[in-house]
């Protein structure tokens, strides 16, 4: 009986999490701004979202990449689609306000979708405690967290007025601290920490704005690789297959689309240890560590 009723359950949950009931209707004619989106998976966030039929504004330091994913994102799309850049860095949080009034100008004066997927970019290594190690604390938690708040801030206005999402894009380090990236992990941690108490205060306010956190686990992008062989994380490179940034930028369109809370990706590899990390920590990050290599 016991284990009928096990497989039931287990049954109804596979079904639940295989059904895509994501209908790309929903993203057509959508008004969205990508934050990062010169590389990596927020390149591949604004190629998906011209494909699917959005208006998109893309935002990163590098006008010259900015120019050439603009685009592609225009080879991408039917006429009648308009795609643009907003050139920023988001070390100067004094820029946020302006950044997001010259996106939504860019799209017609509304935005529908805010995602949030900017880092600023480190070298790994290990946290001593010396000058350079605080050297790093101000900036990162500056552009990996205040700046999010910022941009949030400013648009809340906007996506108030159309019923639309903030897309946070965080990590597996933002639920579990990592080793060689402690200030990084800080950074994720915070965002949930802020998102989390902001979805809540949305939904007491009845203000229809949904909020999806990305909890990404290794994705291939040409930075994350890059970081790990700088590093010396040739086993972890072994053992981990690292997934697709362009199918990791489409599960979270999907997502971000159906309103989802929360998403996780690549979802087994990442989610166990989510789940049993207050339940046996000492075991999870036992299991955690051993993808890492110390260099002396
Ligand atoms: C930010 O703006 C404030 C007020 O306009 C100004 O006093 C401050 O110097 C600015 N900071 C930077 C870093 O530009
Ligand atoms: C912290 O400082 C030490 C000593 O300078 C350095 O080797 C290490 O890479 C730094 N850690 C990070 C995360 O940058």
Known sequence: ?????????????????????????????????????????????????????????????????????????????????????????????????????????????????????????????????????????????????????YLASFALPHLEASKGSIVVVSSFAGKFGQPFVSIY?????????????????????NCDISITTCILGFIGTENAVNQLSNYGQTFLLSVLKPAAPSDTALEIIKSASKRVRQMYYPMLEIYPLILMRDWLPETCEFINRYVYTLNS
């Open 185 to 205: 992990s800080a950074s994720k941690f915070a965002l949930e920490g802020f998102f989390g108490a902001l979805r809540q205060e949305l939904k007491l306010r």
């Open 1 to 149: 009986m016991l284990k009928k009723i096990l497989a039931v359950v287990l049954g109804l949950l596979l079904g639940y999490w295989m059904i895509d009931d994501f209908n790309p209707e929903n993203v057509k004619g959508k008004r969205v701004f990508i934050t990062g989106a010169s590389t990596g998976i927020g390149e591949q966030l604004a190629y998906h979202y011209a494909k699917l039929g959005a208006n998109v504004v893309i935002t990163a330091r590098r006008e010259n990449r900015l120019k050439e994913v603009v685009e592609k994102c225009q080879e991408l799309s039917t006429s009648q689609q308009k795609h643009d850049y907003v050139v920023a860095d988001m070390m100067d949080l004094n820029s946020t306000e302006e950044v997001i009034e010259a996106a939504v100008s860019k799209l017609q004066g509304g935005l529908d979708i805010l995602v949030l997927n900017h880092i600023i970019l480190l070298d790994l290594g290990i946290w001593t405690g010396s000058k350079h190690n605080i050297s790093l604390i101000e900036k990162v938690l500056k552009v990996n967290f205040e700046s999010y708040v």
